[in-house]
Antibody
Framework: EVQLVESGGGLVQPGGSLRLSCAAS????????MSWVRQAPGKGLEWVAN????????NYVDSVKGRFTIFRDNAKNSLYLQMHSLRAEDAAVYYC????????WGQGTLVTVSS | QSVLTQPPSVSAAPGQKVTISCSGS????????VSWFQHLPGTAPKLLIY???KRPSAIPDRFSGSKSGTSATLGITGLQTGDEADYYC???????????FGGGTKLTVL
């Protein structure tokens, strides 16, 4: 059974840091581009970042460049998102998954940014 | 304002067919393939269509996708109340070097 399980969300103060994790199982994790996508309250889906299968290339939405880092550990079948200098507008449910086939997605982890 | 343009909402009766459009440009849909997602807030997004018209194995053939030039369309036939959700198109934008989503379309099955 394919599973993607996000963790690491929580309440953080503005300017704080958080690391999200995504544990993958049931498919060949190391073969796929992986992405983080988020949905803020009342908003649509927003792509955040993606990373090449071997970790050699990363891309980010402009609003998180220089603050967020996506990385992966293929030996542990895990994807990560290190988030620094968090802002109120980063508050959202964060999902990890594949934007193209076969399109596996996790249930998400909630990040709340508030003082 | 989203790079890809979708209608905010569509509606149809159970059993009927609906289409959702997604309009882009020469730097995104015009040069790359389109994916379609079904999403209920707080739940995992579900990939319905990838590479413009391919369905993952678990997706029924009631869902179809097409692309022409800089626009794409998602079709859903035999509408069910369980299809009520938000639908998003997405693709890679070569000018932005970023994945872009449409603003989302809320489907109501009357």
């Amino acid at each position: 059974e394919v599973q993607l399980v996000e963790s690491g969300g929580g309440l953080v103060q503005p300017g704080g840091s958080l690391r999200l994790s995504c544990a993958a199982s049931g498919f060949t994790f190391s073969s796929y581009w992986m992405s983080w996508v988020r949905q803020a309250p009342g908003k649509g889906l927003e792509w955040v970042a993606n990373i090449k299968p071997d970790g050699s290339e990363e891309n980010y939405v402009d609003s998180v460049k220089g603050r967020f880092t996506i990385f992966r550990d293929n030996a542990k079948n895990s994807l990560y998102l290190q988030m620094h200098s968090l802002r109120a507008e980063d508050a959202a449910v964060y999902y990890c998954g594949l934007l193209r086939g076969p399109g596996y997605w996790g249930q998400g982890t909630l990040v709340t940014v508030s003082s | 304002q989203s790079v890809l343009t979708q209608p905010p909402s569509v509606s149809a009766a159970p059993g009927q067919k609906v289409t959702i459009s997604c309009s882009g440009s020469s730097s995104n849909i015009g040069v790359d393939s389109v994916s379609w997602f079904q999403h209920l807030p707080g739940t995992a997004p579900k990939l319905l269509i990838y590479d413009n018209n391919k369905r993952p194995s678990a997706i029924p053939d009631r869902f179809s996708g097409s692309k022409s030039g800089t626009s794409a369309t998602l079709g859903i036939t035999g509408l069910q109340t369980g299809d009520e959700a938000d639908y998003y198109c997405g693709t890679w934008d070569s000018s932005l070097s970023a994945w872009v989503f449409g603003g989302g379309t809320k489907l109501t099955v009357l």
